[in-house]
């Protein structure tokens, strides 16, 4: 089983919905955790970290859930320029390591 | 600051040569990490550094990789001989600390290919 798994999409929506994904992680001890977004062809960028009590930017909500070790992302009246890959990641033991992400692909 | 700098940006090289990726971290960062990223297996950690020692290499696939990190400005990958499989994107990404406001940057990564 994976250290962290994703489900790889691809997530196929109409502009103006809303969509979410989640990420499921294996290691209980894992204290941080992240979304972050890569563009085709591009390297990965931090979107937003997630706090135990769930934070909110703008149009993208992430939770976190202990109990059933998975995180979530929450996209909000979605983009097109939201089209992308979202990862995961899961600092486990001061590694950081990353699910193999969700596609997402956002149409007019 | 100019973010952390990969070199080459493109390499494609014959089955059997030795291939060497370069890495500059964001002055400053203790933490430096390599990953591979490919379709199948999705963005793969490979070893990090702190403070320039090498910290957890168990991602490292066989001894034909080797990565190190002579100083804190300059980190090296380097695959001897380079295979087939081995082609891939290769990031390179640093941080400040580890946490949950941290925040890894990444290169523009390495695209490999072994022919």
């Known amino acids: 089983r994976k250290e962290v798994e994703q489900d790889p999409g691809p997530f196929n929506v109409p502009e103006g919905a809303t969509v979410a994904f989640n990420c499921t992680y294996s290691?209980?001890?894992?204290?941080?955790f992240f979304w972050y977004r890569q563009d085709c062809r591009k390297e990965p960028k931090l979107l937003m970290s997630?706090?135990?009590s769930g934070n909110e930017d703008g149009r993208f909500t992430a939770q976190l859930n202990r109990a059933s070790q998975y995180i979530s992302l929450l996209i909000r009246d979605s983009k097109l320029s939201d089209s992308a890959t979202y990862l995961c990641?899961?600092?486990?033991?001061?590694?950081?390591?990353f699910g193999s992400g969700t596609r997402l692909l956002v149409r007019p | 600051d100019a973010g952390v700098i990969q070199s080459p940006r493109h390499e494609v090289t014959e089955m059997g040569q030795e291939v060497t990726l370069r890495c500059k971290p964001i002055?400053?960062?203790?933490?430096l990490f390599w990953y591979r990223q490919t379709m199948m297996r999705g963005l793969e950690l490979l070893i990090y550094?702190?403070?320039?020692?090498?910290?957890?290499d168990s991602g490292m696939p066989e001894d034909r990789f080797s990565a190190k990190m002579p100083n804190a400005s300059f980190s090296t990958l380097k695959i001897q001989p380079s295979e087939p499989r081995d082609s891939a994107v290769y990031f390179c990404?640093?941080?400040f600390g580890t946490g949950s406001n941290t925040e890894a940057f990444f290169g523009q990564g390495t695209r490999l290919t072994v022919v």
């Open positions: 990641a899961v600092d486990s033991s001061y590694k950081l390591i």
């Open positions: 990404a640093s941080s």
């Open positions: 002055s400053g960062h203790d933490y």
């Open positions: 997630v706090y135990s």
């Open positions: 550094f702190n403070n320039n020692v090498p910290i957890d």
């Open positions: 290691n209980s001890a894992s204290q941080s």
